[in-house]
C-alpha cells in the first residue's frame, strides 16, 4: 500500500499522471526505486507548461507500509536544491522517516503518541507561523494527512485556509495610491 503527496503547486494535469503511475509499480520497493525518475518527468513538464517551471521547486512524499518493519514510513524527494535541502539532501535524493513535520518545530512539542485528527490543527496554526527567508509562510491552502496501513490508506483534510492562487502567501504587494491631483478633479 502507498500514497503520493506534495508540497508546491502542480497544474491538475501533471498532478493527474501520479495516480496512474502509482499504479504501474509492483509495490512499494519499485515506487521507492522509481520516485526520482517521477520527480524528473515532472520537473521536465513543468517547464514546458504555461507555469514555466517552478523555481521554488516542489517535494513529493510517498507514504508506504513496510512489511519489514510492520508500519508505515515515509520517503521524501526534492526536486531542487532548496527543496532537497529542505529534508536534508540533494535533488532526487530518496530521505525515509517515520513521519514528517515541515517546517519543523523546534523543540518539538509533540507527543510521541502525535494523532493528526487530534494534534494536527495545531501542527499547521503552528507551522503557518514560520516564515521562510523572504517572510512568505510555506504552510497554506489545504492541509492534509496520509495516514498508511498494511491493506489501506486513508487521507483526510485537517485545514484549509482561503490563500490566493499565485502569490506567496504573506508576500507584500505594492501599495498603489490615487495621486492627489486626480482626487481633487473628481
Not at 32 to 49: G, Q, R
Not at 128 to 144: I, L
Amino acid at each position: 500500500m502507498a500514497a503520493i503527496g506534495w508540497n508546491g503547486s502542480t497544474p491538475l494535469a501533471i498532478a493527474d499522471e501520479v495516480k496512474p503511475w502509482l499504479s504501474r509499480q509492483c509495490d512499494s520497493a519499485d515506487a521507492l526505486d522509481n520516485l526520482p525518475a517521477l520527480v524528473a518527468a515532472i520537473e521536465a513538464e513543468l517547464a514546458t507548461c504555461e507555469m514555466d517551471g517552478h523555481p521554488d521547486g516542489f517535494r513529493r512524499t510517498l507514504a508506504y507500509w513496510d512489511d519489514e518493519r510492520g508500519c508505515g514510513r515515509v520517503a521524501l524527494i526534492g526536486s531542487n536544491e532548496r527543496m532537497g535541502a529542505s529534508i536534508g539532501h540533494q535533488p532526487y535524493q530518496v530521505r525515509h522517516v517515520g513521519s514528517i513535520f515541515t517546517p519543523s518545530l523546534t523543540p518539538s512539542p509533540w507527543p510521541d503518541d502525535f494523532d493528526p485528527r487530534t494534534d494536527g490543527k495545531r501542527l499547521a496554526e503552528l507551522q503557518r507561523q514560520v516564515r521562510d527567508t523572504d517572510s512568505t509562510v510555506r504552510v497554506g491552502g489545504a492541509f492534509t494527512a496520509l495516514r498508511i496501513h498494511a491493506a489501506s490508506c486513508e487521507r483526510f483534510e485537517i485545514v484549509r485556509w482561503r490563500d490566493p492562487v499565485g502569490r506567496k502567501i504573506g508576500e507584500r504587494r505594492p501599495w498603489f495610491r490615487w495621486p492627489l491631483a486626480f482626487l481633487a478633479a473628481a
